[in-house]
């Protein structure tokens, strides 16, 4: 009976995320979908790509959380276009709420929308937003057994971040295992690791998306 | 429409809930529910309060994860009954749950049951198990503006430890800003702060835990 309320629910999301991504798609946008646990450090890898990226690529941000503006504000004030949804305690995005933020950018002029989804390591991985990829944040002070007891959101994405990597000389994070069992769940997925604060790793996380952003020939 | 089919299933739940507690108040049990994002120390949490309390007062252990034994498999080391629930990409443990993996322990010789709920900081909180009070787990690594972007969690939990204190100097996680929040949220709330690593706070909680376990009059 859950399971059938499940399919329907989902359903009804399919409809408007193949919708979203022929938009997107019309308008030539790149899209990412950015998740992972609260403070794995996705807004702050958000304001660190976006210094990087927003000079080169007309990029727009959907920021998702359950309450507050406090991550809109933040990048904001980057002076990058920014629309907050606040799901008032719904624990994922979903592509209708998508459909309705996207509404209110100027899709014409956009290269990059990037939509950072709500802190939650299970039940954004279900929701197809119509994005292009999705990136999962795993910060390493949230353990290295996490891929194997979270797989969905791993074997969802294209591209998993290890952020925090500055931390682990003060944590039993063991780098090779999680990069095993990365593998293991999603044997292409890409990995990057970073650190916001020492700014290890963004360069080389920023190349990609250039690849990307250029490989849909929509370099300004 | 599905704001109705929430509310059924909560209905449902809230039924098993009642079932469960009167059963555990005839047994005499405290039954606590361990709530947390992925990663922020729940398990480690875990073995060192069993380290502390499990020769006191005969102390169970009930599992949630989507997926693997791991934690179960860190309880038995240390010699208490554990159950793993397993909820197959489930987000959060429901009453029902709870009640199939209560039926395979012995009850009439327990003091206290520990449930673990699966790493989440949104869904969790919406799923009364039927225990008697919830302890919400939030790791300084993942920063002082969590309380009031997932504020259900810490409205609903009698106790929030705030873990991994011993990350604080390499972070920017202001203490008094977190409890002033964590206040605001739920003037009554009881904000113990520790470090499974360094053993910091891990007796100032047990203590707490002894007072409610000795308050239910079923000390050894």
């Known amino acids: 009976?859950?399971?059938?309320?499940?399919?329907?629910?989902?359903?009804?999301?399919?409809?408007?995320?193949?919708?979203?991504?022929?938009?997107?798609?019309?308008?030539n946008i790149l899209v990412m979908n950015l998740m992972g646990s609260p403070g794995s450090g996705k807004t702050s890898l958000l304001e660190k790509i976006l210094q990087k990226?927003?000079?080169?690529?007309?990029?727009?941000?959907?920021?998702?959380?359950?309450?507050?503006?406090?991550?809109?504000?933040?990048?904001?004030?980057?002076?990058?276009?920014?629309?907050?949804?606040?799901?008032?305690?719904?624990?994922?995005?979903?592509?209708?709420?998508?459909?309705?933020a996207a509404e209110s950018l100027n899709l014409d002029e956009l290269n990059f929308l990037i939509i950072e989804n709500v802190g939650n390591l299970?039940?954004?991985?279900?929701?197809?937003?119509?994005?292009?990829?999705?990136?999962?944040?795993?910060?390493?002070?949230?353990g290295d057994d996490k891929p194997l007891k979270y797989p969905l959101i791993f074997k969802e994405s294209e591209v998993v971040i290890l952020n925090k990597i500055d931390l682990i000389p003060f944590t039993n994070f063991n780098l090779k295992n999680a990069r095993e069992d990365l593998t293991t769940i999603h044997p292409n997925i890409k990995i990057f690791e970073t650190s916001c604060t020492k700014g290890d790793g963004m360069e080389s996380f920023c190349e990609f998306l250039r690849t990307r952003l250029i490989s849909k020939e929509i370099a300004l």
């Open 1 to 27: 009976m859950e399971v059938k309320v499940m399919k329907n629910i989902l359903g009804e999301n399919d409809k408007f995320a193949e919708e979203n991504r022929k938009i997107f798609a019309e308008k």
């Open 122 to 142: 299970v039940c954004p991985a279900e929701f197809d937003l119509g994005e292009n990829f999705k990136t999962a944040v795993l910060s390493i002070t949230e």
């Open 53 to 100: 990226i927003s000079s080169e690529f007309k990029t727009a941000v959907i920021e998702g959380d359950l309450f507050t503006a406090k991550d809109a504000q933040r990048i904001e004030n980057l002076s990058v276009e920014v629309v907050q949804i606040n799901t008032s305690g719904g624990c994922h995005l979903d592509a209708q709420m998508i459909k309705r």
